[in-house]
């Protein structure tokens, strides 16, 4: 997609050179074709005209060669910055995409503004990598559909939960958006902050070149603005009964589970998030539809299926949106 993108810059970014090209020619030839009627020119001049053509052309073949290798430089830097050739996925996106992501965020939160809110997280992606270490897991879809649909789902307050933070990268996103929708935010991170990312198959250091470690994520989100007092990192797997009982001292309104992406261990944080979540909070489950993670799917639809608060909201990308209903209201 990357190399789509710098052809069609390139194109946009010689259209002006072409056209004067265009021009300077027919007029040239409309000329020579007086020249050539024109009985009373001599075959010397017409021969003169022809070589000043010639080193026009010349002139302007050169200048537009100068200009193509502007345009490629440029768009090599700009895919150094955001695209394949400088990070493991590329953030580039096209107008088709953001338009399809928009009309996803608009059916599930019913937000005619939607467009414009994810062309907002679009940026807020770039700004909280360029500016921290490490990364932020998953593509751009779904990162940006996460941080554009839970303010616009309107959540009843700025408590956050993050189960599964990796470099905290994502939770400084959220509570940016949080923010943006006039919430005061209180973050509450749940993760063993292992070294490494657990969620894989082979556990070896993150691509990124960066620890997974509490000074990481500190400082990640110390970057992105967060306020250290008002931040509360509980170490631990989230399907311990102290660490819940650390977690379980308020309500809140968003949480987002990104941890354990076997069905198992989905299962548990989904029950542990009814117990935790405000009347009307919003349960983002992130990795839900996809191929590699099949457990989170698999679990989502067989606890919906029984006695749950959670009301099914919609998918954005690859995560799903549930809506919590006030305690003792249950769906039958």
């Given at each position: 997609?990357s ?13 002006p ?6 021009r ?37 073949q ?5 200009m ?12 150094l910055?955001l ?5 493991r996925?590329?953030?580039?996106m ?5 338009q ?6 608009t ?22 990598e360029?500016?921290g ?18 303010p616009?789902?309107d959540?009843p ?6 189960i599964?933070?990796?470099?905290g ?18 973050l ?13 198959t082979?556990?070896r250091?993150d ?7 509490e ?6 989100l110390?970057l992105?603005?967060?306020?250290p ?11 311990d ?8 001292d308020r ?10 992406h076997?069905?198992e ?7 542990f ?6 009347p009307?909070?919003?349960?983002v ?5 996809t ?8 679990a ?10 959670f ?5 954005v ?8 209903r ?7």
């Amino acid at each position: 997609m990357s190399q789509n993108w710098a052809q069609q810059a390139a194109t946009r970014a010689l259209k002006p050179a072409l056209n004067v090209l265009d021009r300077r020619i027919e007029r040239l030839a409309r000329k020579r074709a007086r020249q050539v009627v024109d009985e009373s020119r001599s075959v010397r001049d017409l021969k003169g005209e022809a070589n000043k053509l010639r080193k026009e052309l010349v002139s302007v073949q050169t200048e537009l060669a100068r200009m193509r290798g502007e345009v490629t430089s440029s768009g090599f830097a700009i895919d150094l910055l955001l695209g394949s050739h400088g990070r493991r996925s590329s953030r580039l996106m096209n107008k088709e995409d953001l338009q399809k992501l928009a009309a996803q965020v608009t059916r599930t939160a019913q937000a005619p503004d939607a467009y414009n809110r994810v062309v907002q997280a679009y940026r807020t992606l770039f700004e909280l990598e360029l500016r921290g270490v490490g990364r932020l897991a998953g593509s751009p879809q779904n990162i940006v559909g996460k941080l554009a649909t839970t303010p616009l789902l309107d959540p009843p307050n700025g408590e956050i939960l993050e189960i599964g933070t990796l470099f905290g990268l994502f939770s400084g996103g959220m509570v940016r958006q949080i923010s943006r929708i006039g919430l005061k935010y209180e973050l509450t991170i749940i993760d063993p902050l292992a070294s490494v990312q657990l969620q894989v198959t082979q556990l070896r250091p993150d691509t990124s070149g960066s620890p997974v470690t509490e000074t990481v994520v500190r400082e990640n989100l110390a970057l992105a603005g967060v306020d250290p007092e008002r931040l509360r990192l509980i170490r631990g797997f989230s399907e311990d009964p102290a660490i819940q009982a650390q977690a379980s001292d308020r309500e809140y309104g968003v949480i987002v589970i990104d941890g354990d992406h076997s069905a198992e261990g989905v299962a548990n944080d989904l029950v542990f998030a009814e117990k935790i979540a405000a009347p009307g909070g919003i349960v983002v489950l992130d990795d839900y539809g996809t191929q590699g993670w099949p457990g989170v799917e698999e679990a989502a639809t067989r606890h919906l299926a029984g006695d749950t608060r959670f009301e099914f909201l919609g998918r954005v990308s690859t995560s799903a949106f549930l809506r919590a209903r006030p305690l003792g209201t249950e769906a039958e």
